[in-house]
């Protein structure tokens, strides 16, 4: 028997102990007993070493447990001394989900504010746009990931900083005809990032703070947790190797036009605390529009219903209704402005209509239901890189996983 296959045993025969743990918060709720049993056989299928559910109902929590172990390996993907049991106060690496909890809604309250105008054109705040190349691409363009910017590349390769970012990003080809076709761009959404930099005057992360999360009352949605002093923290990946794989490999589907020895700076630690995403760690300082912040499933509850429910218990609510409906509505790719709402985008087929969502590469999503009127919200956060890469390369896929959540939570609700 596999070391790996007797630890999956291991795990799923101590679950029901861990979630019990004296090191467990008091306040777990599970009236969901259907998603223990699927969170139950991801971990023994190896799927994630630790993960956090939370599922509301109306506003209100019916379902927030911890999950196994927040850190289980080192970076040669033995089980360390000491793994630290998963808890709802620990802090994931949100990946993408950073594109709507930070930059979409960084620029909804932007927009509530009068400040941005999604349909003009990027040049108007960021002068070095209005090249023959760039000059049509607009705000919305970005949003919506129509803006013909490369999906990724590796900019850690060519800027030396988060000053050279927009230079380093202008001095590559576009993938697309802006507005023409939908290309998920992480690229469109660091330049979004520095268009509210630019717009502000502030950092990317104060402004979010003092315009977003401290009005929300949020305690543990950050950037660079750790060097806020933050100590329950998940671990995801060890090093970089898929992102390494992307670089080197040109048969893996990436085609970069670097030398891959031309840069050295690798991680191969295991990561906790620190953005998985390379980009946002080596080239913004842990810090982008794309990726970088960590968060809790009760502070995403609390952003969630921001949006979905604006008006409750306050007379100054974050966004204007009219923002709300403008992101949250559908274009003509089935996607609003920030939000992912296409099912295969979200990873669900069974969804009430208009529902809002993301996904992130470390194992994070979420789907809610717009509807205040007893919308759904379920929030799934795992740390699927910290079991390794198989064969492949490849991480685990958690595409069936997230149906089936999906179908749990909303099935009975669609019929």
């Known amino acids: 028997?596999?070391?790996?296959?007797?630890?999956?045993?291991?795990?799923?025969?101590?679950?029901?102990?861990?979630?019990?743990?004296?090191?467990?918060?008091?306040?777990?709720?599970?009236?969901?007993?259907?998603?223990?049993?699927?969170?139950?056989?991801?971990?023994?299928?190896?799927?994630?070493?630790?993960?956090?559910?939370?599922?509301?109902?109306?506003?209100?929590?019916?379902?927030?447990?911890?999950?196994g172990y927040a850190t289980l390996y080192d970076e040669s993907l033995r089980v360390v001394p000491s793994p630290d049991s998963t808890t709802t106060r620990h802090l994931f690496d949100l990946a993408?989900?950073?594109?709507?909890?930070?930059?979409?809604?960084?620029?909804?309250?932007?927009?509530?504010?009068?400040?941005?105008?999604?349909?003009?054109?990027?040049?108007?705040?960021?002068?070095?746009?209005?090249?023959?190349?760039?000059?049509?691409?607009?705000?919305?363009?970005?949003?919506?990931?129509?803006?013909?910017?490369?999906?990724w590349y590796p900019l850690y390769y060519r800027a030396a900083g988060s000053d050279d970012l927009i230079k380093e990003i202008l001095s590559l080809p576009l993938s697309g005809v802006p507005g023409e076709a939908r290309r998920y761009s992480d690229l469109g959404f660091i330049v979004l990032a520095e268009?509210?930099?630019?717009?502000?005057?502030?950092?990317?992360?104060?402004?979010?703070?003092?315009?977003?999360?401290?009005?929300?009352?949020?305690?543990?949605?950050?950037?660079?947790?750790l060097d806020k002093g933050m100590e329950d923290l998940v671990s995801t990946s060890h090093g970089n190797p898929f992102e390494r794989k992307m670089v080197y490999e040109p048969d893996f589907g990436y085609r970069i036009d670097v030398d891959p020895d031309s840069?050295?700076?690798?991680?191969?630690?295991?990561?906790?605390?620190?953005?998985?995403?390379?980009?946002?760690?080596?080239?913004?300082?842990?810090?982008?529009?794309?990726?970088?912040l960590f968060s809790t499933a009760e502070d995403l509850l609390l952003l969630l219903q921001a949006v979905?429910?604006?008006?409750?218990?306050?007379?100054?609510?974050?966004?204007?209704?009219?923002?709300?409906?403008?992101?949250?509505?559908?274009?003509e790719f089935g996607n609003g402005l920030g939000w992912a709402m296409e099912p295969s985008a979200l990873h669900a087929e069974t969804l009430p209509q208009g529902a809002i969502g993301h996904t992130g590469f470390t194992g994070t999503n979420f789907v809610a239901d717009p509807n205040p009127d007893g919308g759904r919200i379920y929030i799934l956060l795992t740390n699927r890189q910290h079991v390794g890469v198989d064969g492949a390369g490849l991480y685990p896929d958690l595409r069936e996983l997230r149906e089936k959540m999906a179908k749990l939570v909303f099935g009975e609700q669609l019929r």
């Open 263 to 292: 840069w050295r700076n690798w991680r191969t630690y295991t990561l906790r605390g620190e953005v998985s995403d390379g980009n946002a760690w080596h080239a913004a300082g842990g810090m982008a529009g794309h990726a970088g």
């Open 1 to 67: 028997m596999s070391p790996k296959y007797t630890l999956s045993l291991w795990i799923c025969c101590c679950t029901l102990f861990i979630s019990c743990s004296a090191n467990q918060p008091s306040e777990e709720r599970s009236d969901y007993p259907e998603a223990d049993s699927l969170i139950q056989a991801a971990l023994s299928e190896d799927l994630f070493t630790g993960a956090v559910l939370l599922i509301a109902e109306s506003g209100e929590i019916v379902h927030h447990k911890a999950y």
């Open 96 to 151: 993408s989900l950073t594109k709507v909890f930070a930059t979409t809604y960084a620029f909804m309250a932007l927009h509530t504010d009068g400040k941005i105008n999604p349909d003009a054109p990027v040049s108007q705040y960021l002068p070095d746009f209005n090249t023959p190349q760039h000059r049509t691409i607009t705000v919305r363009q970005l949003l919506n990931h129509t803006s013909g910017l490369m999906p």
């Open 308 to 331: 979905i429910n604006p008006v409750s218990g306050s007379n100054d609510p974050i966004f204007e209704e009219e923002t709300i409906r403008m992101f949250t509505e559908p274009d």
């Open 195 to 225: 268009i509210a930099e630019s717009i502000t005057g502030m950092s990317f992360d104060e402004y979010l703070y003092d315009r977003v999360y401290s009005r929300i009352g949020l305690e543990k949605t950050v950037y660079n947790p």
